[in-house]
């Protein structure tokens, strides 16, 4: 029952976790604060509370589809987000800005409605499980000490990334951080499209391959590429397109922002006095 | 008018575009009747725990959970995963599968309820 925690709580919020280091970093880079953290935290954790309340009547909506129709909605909107936060931050001439026409609140405040977005689809399952365990006096210490231990492992995972990303060149730093936002966007896609699957809104294909023996997804390296990169051992047609689209998405949008800023040249931001 | 010309697409037929895309993309569900097959949760066990379907065959599993506390159906080999609340039912669709063993467990309770999928 522990192990199980531990195991059910890492997973659900390492997503999450890592998604905030790449955001956090990227606010400090471009010294946005970290009010906006707070905000999407506490705004997703309580919608997280009324979804998952209402998860019974949720998930007989739509001729049960509801359940994953929320979520593949939830997964679109973060990857759109995630795309429109990118388009305000390429084409800096610097990486490092003051408040800029008010981008930087913008970008702020883009960051704090796709953390709570993530929160409410990781935070209503984790909420169900804890929930089925308040009855039991037996389980719930054992279950909530796991679930700690889960999330301190995940939010652990977390800092060590926001650490390592702010470690990094500075010729590589904003790179990277596009890479992963762009990777992330293709993932939420990617997972959307299994949630539509599993509805029977998209007919189900063979998988495209399975690399399940040489990486299985329910290791420990698999789950941690899963929540980084998106890696699934059997993935079909219809995640890949889903993927290629949010990764193309986020390339759109980085293109088209710096092709605006250029064309904008007023619009440059001044450095940041040092 | 010269009707042999192409017409690019406006800005109004673009959204007609993109709805035509994403109809396509979005296969519905056929009316034809797809194979129902179900299984119960009971004191975090899976009835049958064990199931034999046809392959090449799309099947719609309805799992009913009379379990007060929720479940989640986890299976990495269908690729499936849904929570399914106390006292509720649910509906996942599967397939065409290739034959073989399909695993699939309980993630809340993964001690006991376990179960899987021959398919033939």
Redo the contacts between chains.
Sequence with gaps: MLLNSVILILQETLEAALLIAVLLAINTQLRCGHRWLWYGLSMGTVIAFIFASNMGSISESFDYAGQELLNALLQSMICILVAMAVWLITGLKQFQLTDWQGYSQRFAQLCSVIIMLAVIREGQEIILYLSGFLGSSEHIQTVLIGSSIGFGIGASIGILLFYALLGLPTGWKKPTLLVLLALFAGTMLSQSAVQLTQVDWIKQTAPLWDSSGLLAEESMLGELLYALIGYEARPTAAQMIAYATGIGLVCLAAFSGTQYKKHHPANQPTEVAK | MNYLSIRWPTANNHKAIAALLLGG?????TASA?PVVEITIKDHLFYPAELILPAAT?I?LLIHNTD?????FES??L????????N?????????L?SGTYPFFG?????TAQGKILVK
């Design positions: 993309l979005l296969v519905c569900a797809t799309k719609k007060p506390t929720p479940e989640e990495y080999e690729n499936r995963e849904k929570v399914i609340v106390g509720s039912s649910a509906v996942i669709f599967i397939g065409p290739k993630e809340f309770y993964p001690k």
